[in-house]
Nanobody
Framework: QVQLVESGGGLVQPGGSLRLSCAVS????????MGWFRQAPGKEREFVAH????????YYADSVKGRFTISRDNAKNTVDLQMNSLKPEDTAVYYC????????????????WGQGTQVTVSS
């Protein structure tokens, strides 16, 4: 099994920044790419970003491209999401997830999920 624990959410004003972190533990052989997803009230969970095992390849949803940056530290088993220029529409619960695939934007490809951390962007 793989355990994921997110941290770093909170309330921030529009234009502000937050950094989310995800601590990964357990059966690390099952962890290849890592992803961040989010779910706003009344909406389906959507892809935000993912990063491959080495950290050399990243992919972002168009809605966050240029504002969010995903990174990983394999020595510390952590995956971070730096979020800048936040907008009210970024408000959601953010989830960290792990897949054994090289890279994937598909929700169904991820076998392990964190409990989520709330991000609220409001003045």
């Amino acid at each position: 099994q793989v355990q994921l624990v997110e941290s770093g959410g909170g309330l921030v004003q529009p234009g502000g920044s937050l950094r989310l972190s995800c601590a990964v533990s357990g059966s690390m052989f099952r962890v290849n790419a890592m992803g961040w997803f989010r779910q706003a009230p009344g909406k389906e969970r959507e892809f935000v970003a993912h990063i491959n095992r080495s950290g050399g390849r990243t992919y972002y949803a168009d809605s966050v491209k240029g504002r969010f940056t995903i990174s990983r530290d394999n020595a510390k088993n952590t995956v971070d999401l730096q979020m800048n220029s936040l907008k009210p529409e970024d408000t959601a619960v953010y989830y960290c997830a792990a897949t054994n695939e090289y890279s994937s934007r598909s929700f169904s490809s991820y076998h392990s999920w964190g409990q989520g951390t709330q991000v609220t962007v409001s003045s």
